[in-house]
């Protein structure tokens, strides 16, 4: 492992199909492939973050019904409870 990345060439690591290091390392399991770009690709990006999201804002509501049916009652708010998140607080918020 170490001696591949000690010995430079002028191609910019690639390696020429005539290569004795390419003869020698191939059958290496993650030498001419890296084993993370072989793997099948995770889902992720923006998915990811909005289901995160949605889940928080979930939890958030449940709190907030919770509260509203201990301090007020069940019977005292008319149009429910609107949840949503403040940037500039970086918190949840509900009204």
Do not use: M
């Not at 690709?41 to 289901?51: E, K, P, T």
Request: net charge positive; with cysteine.
């Amino acid at each position: 492992y170490k001696e591949r990345y000690t010995q430079s060439s002028p191609t910019c690591g690639l390696l020429r199909p005539s290569s004795k290091l390419l003869g020698a390392n191939k059958n290496i399991p993650g030498f001419l492939i890296p084993l993370k770009r072989s793997r099948p690709r995770v889902q992720g990006g923006l998915h990811a973050i909005r289901s995160r999201l949605k889940a928080e804002q979930e939890a958030e509501l449940q709190k907030a019904q919770r509260w509203i049916d201990v301090h007020l009652g069940s019977e005292s708010l008319y149009g429910g409870i609107q949840v949503y998140y403040d940037p500039f607080c970086a918190c949840w918020r509900w009204w």
